[in-house]
C-alpha cells in the first residue's frame, strides 16, 4: 500500500513539508513483498511462507489546534491490489476512527474532523485494513499506524508557585542568592522552541538581577541598607521560543524584605541631661528616664545602660526596660537637700548583641553626662530610730513609764515636735504619750500571761505644720513576775495493779507553770508533810521536773479498797517561790501477767467467769421454772392413789392400771438400775414377782467376756424378744425404756450413787496456766491469801 502524507498548510512549516514531502517519496512509495511472513505459533518450527503483496506503514502527523472550515488532510492509505476500479474497501479503525479521523473508503483518503490538542492528547493509534468490496474478504492483513499530533506554540509559560516572599539580610554582598522561581510551559520540550523559557526582570533593576536560564534572583547593589529601604517588589518574566519575537510570556512578582543586622550603634539624642528629684522621694522609687536611640530593631537594638562613674553612683541606681529600652533611673539611698544639692552621672548606653562584621562601624555603645538637682521639701519630723522595743513589768500600776521616743525636724528651721499616738487599734488604747516630751506610759494594768507583747505607732508632727506627720512603731514587752502556782501538766489517771511489787513505779506526772522560764521552769514535787506517812504510796522527786509514784506494799485488793487518793505538793524556783497542791487518784485494778489491765471494776468477778447480766436474769429464771415445777409435781404425788384392783362384783371387763412407784435408789429389789449403766451387768433374766412364769426362760448363758463385749444394739433386741414371748406379761402395751451411756469413762461418773462422801485432794494450780479466762476460777480454788491493807 502507498501512503500520501498530508500538504503543507502553514506557511511556517514549508521548509518541514518540503523535507516531509522528500521523506515519503523516499520511504511512502508501493512496496512490492514477494512473501508475506506469519506469526511464530510456540511448539511450531515450521514457518509457512506464500507469496502476496503486502504495504509498508510510517506515522502520519497533523496539526493541532485546526481552525479551518474544511476537515484537514492527514494523508492517503492506498494497496497495491487496487486497480482503481472501486473494488477496494478501506477501512479504519482504532482510536477516534469515525469520530475524530475520517477515511474516504474508496480513494483511502484520510481527514480529521475536529481540532486538536497535543497538550491533551499527543498520538492516536489506528488499524487500516484493504477488503474486496464483492466478497468483503481482506485484501490484506490488518496493520497499525499512528497520528501524531504536531505541536504548536499555544500555550505561555506559568509560574505555579507565584506571588512569592522572601527575605534577605540588610548589607549582603553583591550577587547574593535570593531566590529562584521556576516556569513551566506546557508545548512541547522536544519540537522547536515552544517550551524553551527565557527569564528576564521587568521591574526591581538596579536592585536586584536574574539569571535567564536558571530564574535565580540575586542582589545587584552593593550595601542595601534596611534603614533606608526595607521593602522592594521585583517581577519576573518568563519568555518561550527563548525569548524570540513572538513567544508567549508570563510573568510573576516576588516582593523582597530586607532583615535587619546590627550595623548601627545606640546614641544619645543629647550629650548633657539635667534631672530634679525633690529630697522627698522614696528610696526604691524610679525618679527619671534616659534612652538611646538604635535605628536597629528587634535584638540588634537591645540596650544596656549603666553608671560608669560620678559622685551619684552610690545614690542612684539604672535598670533597662526591655520592652521599650529604655534606662530607669532609681534611688538606692534617701536624698537630703540639706546635706548634697545635687549630683553628676555618667550613664553609657551599649548593645547587648554584636555583629562582628560590622564592628568597624562601631563602636557600638555611647555615653551622656545627667546632672541631677535636688529639691528642697518641707519634710515631716524624724525619728532617731526606725523602730522601739520597750519593757515593762506585768501588774505595774496605772502611769507607769515604759519609754521614750524622740524626733527632729530635719529642715533648717527645726520646728518643735508634737507626739501622740494613733487610737486605730484596741491595742493603742492601753498606753498614753506625753505630747512634749514623747514618754509612753501605761494606761492599764498588764498580765503577761494573757498577752505578752504589744505594738503601737507613735506618730510626730511639727507644731508649725501639722500636716506633716511621721510615723515609728514601737514594739511593748510585758515582763513577768512569778505570779502564777505550779500545777499538774493534765489530769492523770493512775492505776495499780493488785500483783504489783513493792517500789514499783505506777506513774511518772509532770507539772505546768503560766509564769515563764526564769520563775517557773523548776518544779520541786513532794507529799505533804502535814499527814502521817503513806504505807501505800510514795513520791520520788526525778530532778528533771517530773516525779514519780511509787508502791510501798506487794498485793492491792479491789475488794477490799478500789480507790486510793494521794495528794502532792508542787513548788517552782521564782522569787518568790510559789507552790500548790493536788490530789491524785490511783484506781487498784486487776491485771495481765504483762502489765496490762483486764478491768477495774467491782462486777468483774463475775465477768471474768464469762457471764454477762442478762446471763445471770435467764439463770435466775430457769430456777424459778424449775421451783414452780419441782412445787407442782410434789402436789400431784401426794393426791390419793386409785385401787390397785376393782372389786370381784364388777364383772365386766376392766382396765388394771399400775400406778406403783418404786423405793428409790435405796430399793434395791424392786428395780436393778445396774442394766441401765451397763448391759454387761444384767447377767440373768429378771422376772416379775407378781405373776408365775409359765414357761421357761430363754437360755442365755454367757461367759464373763461375752458379757463384756456385748453391744448395746443386742442387748436391746434381746429384751425386745424376751417381751415378745414372755407369756405372763400383761394383755396391754408395755414400753421399756433402756438409758445406755456406754463403758465406763476416765474422768468417772458424776452420779450420786458412786459418789464419794471424803474432801477431793485434788491440785488446782494448772489452773493457772489455763489463760485469763480461767483467771478468776484459779483464785476461787487456789490457796491465795487475800492481804488486806492497813
Not at 27 to 43: A, D, F, L, P, W
Not at 313 to 318: A, H, K, L, N, R
Not at 404 to 415: E, L, R
Request: aromatic share 8%; with cysteine; net charge negative.
Amino acid at each position: 500500500m502507498r501512503i500520501t502524507s498530508t500538504s503543507c498548510i502553514c506557511p511556517v512549516l514549508v521548509c518541514l513539508c518540503f523535507v516531509q514531502r522528500c521523506y515519503g517519496a523516499a520511504h511512502h512509495g508501493s512496496i512490492k513483498v514477494t512473501r508475506n511472513q506469519t506469526k511464530h505459533i510456540e511448539g511450531e518450527t515450521e514457518v509457512h511462507h506464500r507469496p502476496k503483496r503486502g504495504w509498508v506503514w510510517n506515522q502520519f502527523f497533523v496539526l493541532e489546534e485546526h481552525m479551518g472550515p474544511d476537515p484537514q488532510y492527514v494523508g492517503k492509505l492506498h494497496s497495491n491490489s487496487d486497480k482503481g476500479d472501486g473494488s477496494v474497501k478501506y477501512i479504519l479503525t482504532g482510536e477516534g476512527a469515525g469520530t475524530i479521523f475520517i477515511i474516504d473508503d474508496t480513494t483511502g483518503d484520510i481527514h480529521s474532523t475536529k481540532s486538536l490538542d497535543r497538550e491533551q492528547k499527543t498520538h492516536y493509534v489506528l488499524h487500516a485494513q484493504a477488503i474486496d468490496r464483492r466478497t468483503n474478504k481482506p485484501l490484506e492483513p490488518e496493520s497499525e499506524f499512528i497520528i501524531k499530533v504536531q505541536d504548536i506554540n499555544d500555550n505561555a509559560p506559568k509560574f505555579t508557585d507565584g506571588p512569592y516572599i522572601v527575605t534577605v539580610p540588610e548589607m549582603s554582598e553583591m550577587g547574593t542568592s535570593v531566590l529562584q522561581v521556576t516556569a513551566t510551559d506546557a508545548d512541547d520540550p522536544t519540537y522547536g522552541n515552544s517550551a524553551r523559557v527565557v527569564y528576564s526582570i521587568l521591574q526591581g533593576q538596579p536592585y536586584f538581577s536574574v539569571d535567564p536560564k536558571t530564574g535565580v534572583i540575586r542582589t545587584a547593589l552593593h550595601n542595601m541598607d534596611r534603614e533606608a529601604r526595607e521593602h522592594y517588589s521585583v517581577v519576573i518574566q518568563a519568555k518561550d521560543m527563548a525569548g524570540q519575537v513572538g513567544g508567549l510570556s508570563g510573568s510573576t512578582t516576588v516582593n523582597i524584605t530586607l532583615t535587619d543586622v546590627n550595623d548601627n550603634p545606640p546614641r544619645f539624642p543629647q550629650k548633657h541631661y539635667q534631672l530634679y528629684v525633690p529630697e522627698s522621694a522614696q528610696v526604691g522609687s524610679a525618679v527619671g528616664k534616659i534612652k538611646a536611640n538604635d535605628a536597629d530593631t528587634g535584638s540588634n537594638a537591645d540596650m544596656k545602660y549603666t553608671i560608669i562613674n560620678g559622685d551619684g553612683s552610690g545614690v542612684f541606681s539604672i535598670s533597662t526596660d526591655k520592652e521599650t529600652r529604655e534606662g530607669i533611673l532609681s534611688l538606692k539611698k534617701p536624698l537630703n537637700y540639706e546635706k548634697k544639692k545635687s549630683y553628676t552621672l555618667n550613664i553609657e548606653g551599649a548593645n547587648t548583641h554584636l555583629d562582628f562584621r560590622f564592628s568597624h562601624l562601631g563602636p557600638f555603645k555611647d555615653v551622656t553626662m545627667l546632672k541631677i538637682i535636688v529639691g528642697d521639701v518641707d519634710e515631716p519630723p524624724l525619728f532617731t530610730m526606725p523602730s522601739y522595743v520597750m519593757e515593762v513589768y506585768e501588774n505595774a500600776k496605772i502611769g507607769t513609764p515604759v519609754g521614750t521616743v524622740t524626733a527632729h525636724d530635719p529642715d533648717a528651721a527645726n520646728s518643735l515636735v508634737r507626739y501622740f499616738i494613733d487610737h486605730n487599734t484596741e491595742e493603742d488604747r492601753y498606753f498614753t504619750i506625753d505630747a512634749s516630751t514623747g514618754t509612753i506610759k501605761t494606761a492599764k494594768i498588764f498580765d503577761r500571761e494573757e498577752t505578752p507583747w504589744y505594738n503601737i505607732t507613735v506618730a510626730a508632727s511639727e507644731i508649725d505644720n501639722p500636716g506633716l506627720v511621721s510615723h515609728v512603731p514601737v514594739g511593748v514587752r510585758i515582763l513577768d513576775v512569778n505570779d502564777n502556782p505550779p500545777e499538774l501538766a493534765r489530769d492523770y489517771d493512775v492505776v495499780v495493779c493488785e500483783n504489783t511489787k513493792p517500789g514499783q513505779v505506777i506513774q511518772t506526772i509532770t507539772a505546768t507553770d503560766k509564769d515563764n522560764s526564769a520563775n517557773g521552769a523548776r518544779f520541786h514535787f513532794s507529799l505533804d508533810d502535814g499527814l502521817s506517812l503513806n504505807p501505800n504510796f510514795t513520791l520520788r522527786n526525778n530532778e528533771d521536773n517530773t516525779a514519780s509514784i511509787l508502791t510501798r506494799r506487794r498485793r492491792y485488793s479491789r475488794t477490799t479498797q478500789d480507790t486510793y487518793y494521794l495528794p502532792v505538793l508542787i513548788s517552782d524556783g521564782g522569787v518568790p517561790p510559789l507552790s500548790s497542791s493536788s490530789t491524785l487518784t490511783i484506781r487498784v485494778c486487776a491485771c495481765e501477767r504483762d502489765g496490762r489491765v483486764r478491768t477495774c471494776h467491782a462486777e468483774a468477778f463475775l465477768s471474768s467467769a464469762g457471764l454477762s447480766t442478762g446471763a445471770l436474769i435467764a439463770i435466775l429464771l430457769c430456777i424459778v421454772i424449775l421451783l414452780a415445777i419441782v412445787v407442782l409435781f410434789i402436789t400431784l404425788r401426794r393426791s390419793k392413789k386409785e385401787p390397785l384392783i376393782i372389786s370381784e362384783e364388777d364383772v365386766r371387763e376392766n382396765v388394771v392400771t399400775y400406778d406403783d412407784e418404786g423405793g428409790g435408789e435405796e430399793d434395791t429389789e424392786a428395780f436393778d438400775i445396774t442394766a441401765l449403766r451397763n448391759p454387761s451387768a444384767a447377767e440373768e433374766l429378771k422376772y416379775r414377782r407378781d405373776v408365775r412364769p409359765e414357761v421357761k426362760p430363754l437360755s442365755r448363758h454367757h461367759p464373763s467376756s461375752s458379757l463384756d463385749s456385748i453391744d448395746v444394739q443386742e442387748f436391746i433386741k434381746q429384751r425386745l424378744a424376751e417381751a415378745d414371748l414372755d407369756p405372763s406379761v400383761p394383755p396391754y402395751d408395755s414400753l421399756q425404756t433402756y438409758a445406755y451411756e456406754g463403758h465406763r469413762s476416765e474422768a468417772g461418773s458424776i452420779s450420786s450413787l458412786d459418789s464419794a462422801t471424803t474432801h477431793s485432794d485434788q491440785d488446782y494450780n494448772y489452773l493457772g496456766d489455763w489463760g485469763p479466762e480461767f483467771k478468776k476460777l484459779a483464785e476461787l480454788y487456789g490457796e491465795i491469801e487475800p492481804e488486806r491493807t492497813t
